[in-house]
C-alpha cells in the first residue's frame, strides 16, 4: 500500500466539473448516461411534467434529462438545461439539435450565481447536479429566485455511502492499495446530502418549503447495462474520481488495484445484464 494520503473522490468541486471532471465525463458520457438512467427516470416520473411548463435543469450534463423534459412538455413548453462544464453543454447542444428537439437550449454557467433571461419557471429538476455547491443555501436560494411562486422542484441525490455498495466496494479496493482520508461530512461533491435532515436544512434555508423526500433503491450498471468486468475498470478507472485517486500512484499500484476491481465486478457479473451493484438515492420534492 501507498503511504501517501491522497483527495477523497468525493472531494469535486465546481471547478473540477469545468474541467478535469467535465472531460472525464465527456469521454465516457453514454456509459454515466446509461449507468444512471433509471434513477433518471424515477425521477421524471415522480416530476410528471405537463405540456406547456417551463422547466430548469441543473447540471444535465450530457443533456438527456433536459431532452426528456422538452420533449413532456412540448409543444409549448420548453427546458433550459443549465451547466459549469463547457465541455457538457456543447455536447448537450449537439444531441439536442441531432434529434429535432426544438424547445430545449443550453446555458454554461455556475447555477449558484447564474441569472438567466428565461426566469422566472414553472419548475426546476437535478439529476446528481445540486450536491457540488460551496456553499449551498445561498446556491439555493439563488435557484429560488429564479423560479414562480410555489414552483415545484424535483432532485435526486445520492444515498449514505454505507447504502451504496458500489461506492463502498470500489472505495474497499482502493483503500486495499492507497491511503485515502475519510469523507468530509457534508462537503461537496457526490454525497453532500446523504444527510436528509441536513439536505431539508440546506433547503429550507434556501426558501423552500413542502419537502417530501423517498427513497430509490435497486441496483445500477457499472459502466452502463451489458458492460463486461474489463470494460468495467476501464470505465472506473479513466471516469470516476476513483480514478483519479489511482492516477497518482505508480504503475505497480494500478495495476494491483485493477486487478482486484476485475475480480470486484466478476463477482457482480449477471448474465445479459452486467456488473450489478446496489446503490440507493433520495429522490426530493419541495416547493418554493
Known amino acids: 500500500m501507498s503511504n501517501e494520503a ?16 467535465g472531460e472525464r465525463w465527456l469521454a465516457s458520457l453514454d456509459r454515466f448516461e446509461s449507468m444512471i438512467a433509471p434513477i433518471g427516470a424515477a425521477l421524471l416520473e415522480r416530476a ?12 444535465p450534463g450530457g443533456g438527456a434529462t433536459t431532452r426528456a423534459i422538452a420533449r413532456a412538455v412540448a409543444p409549448a413548453g420548453k427546458a433550459i438545461g443549465l451547466d459549469v462544464a463547457p465541455m457538457l453543454v456543447e455536447e448537450a447542444e449537439r444531441r439536442s439539435a ?31 447536479g445540486s450536491m457540488f455547491f460551496d456553499d449551498p443555501i445561498p446556491a439555493f436560494a439563488n435557484l429560488h429566485a429564479m423560479l414562480s411562486p410555489g414552483a415545484r422542484i424535483d432532485l435526486a441525490v445520492w444515498g449514505p455511502p454505507r447504502d451504496n455498495l458500489w461506492m463502498m466496494e470500489l472505495m474497499g479496493v482502493v483503500r486495499q492499495h492507497v491511503e485515502v482520508p475519510p469523507a468530509v461530512p457534508r462537503a461537496p461533491g457526490p454525497f453532500a446530502f446523504e444527510d436528509v435532515d441536513y439536505l431539508s436544512e440546506v433547503l429550507t434555508g434556501g426558501g423552500f418549503g413542502e419537502i417530501e423526500i423517498a427513497a430509490y433503491e435497486g441496483e445500477q450498471a457499472i459502466g452502463g447495462p451489458k458492460t463486461s468486468p474489463e470494460e468495467a475498470v476501464r470505465f472506473v478507472l479513466s471516469s470516476l474520481g ?5 492516477d497518482e500512484q505508480d504503475d505497480a499500484i494500478r495495476q494491483r488495484a485493477s486487478e482486484d476491481l476485475k475480480a ?25
Open 242 to 246: 476513483v480514478g483519479r485517486i489511482l
Open 264 to 288: 470486484l465486478f466478476e463477482r457482480y457479473l449477471v448474465a445479459g445484464e452486467g456488473v450489478m451493484m446496489g446503490c440507493k438515492a433520495w429522490l426530493v420534492s419541495a416547493r418554493a
Open 98 to 128: 441531432a434529434e429535432g428537439i426544438g424547445n430545449a437550449r443550453f446555458v454554461c454557467a455556475d447555477a449558484a450565481t447564474a441569472r438567466l433571461d428565461d426566469a422566472p419557471f414553472d419548475r426546476l429538476f437535478s439529476r446528481f
Open 6 to 21: 491522497t483527495n477523497s473522490p468525493e472531494d469535486l468541486h465546481a471547478e473540477d466539473w469545468s474541467g478535469e471532471m
Open 48 to 59: 410528471a411534467y405537463q405540456p406547456g411548463e417551463t422547466v430548469l435543469d441543473v447540471g
